[in-house]
């Protein structure tokens, strides 16, 4: 896998080559991205549906595409995985955040369109998000998923998230990535510090 970024002003825009040769730009979501997330959506096989949108009866209406490309960097980040196939463009990969109204944590989700799982894609994806929740300083990075959901399964915890059953609802789980390191006091941090305690 390679990389090739670009910078401007604004974003910036990373060319991926992929393990198999396939080549993606990845780059922030903007406006004009709609009628791709529309595609890309109505595409996905009722497997990929049913995991991106629980229950997989999620239609590509133009409310939900106006609040999937609001991208504000802040409220909302979002990122697009871009392929070229027939001279037109397609999205292969969309990965989101949104930011809880405390300000300290966000929800994420990523899908990666059919004929592209299986290559790191969805991984690159999610580390964009990842990256960027912790630069701005949040707390945590989460996903609420089905919990017949086995492939986020083994995707999250590859990529450090731990799982925590919804005591409401068992039908779900939250997958959670802390992204700030632990505050230290007396060298040691907080769980440090109480596994000590209790050692003494």
Known sequence: MSFDSSMSNEHQIELVTLGNGRRVS???IC???GQLEKEMIEQLSPETRRDRFIGGSCKASQKLLELLTDNDHHVHEAFIAICTSDHAQHAAAIAHYALDLDGRACECAVVVS???QGLGLGRLMLQRLIDCAREQGLERIYSIESAQNKRVDTFAKSMG????ADSSDY?????TLYLQAPLKANGFCKEEEISRINLD
């Open 26 to 28: 990845i780059r922030p």
């Open 31 to 33: 406006h004009s991205d």
């Open 114 to 116: 059919d004929d592209w």
């Open 161 to 164: 998230f731990t799982c925590r």
């Open 171 to 175: 039908t779900l789980l939250t997958y």
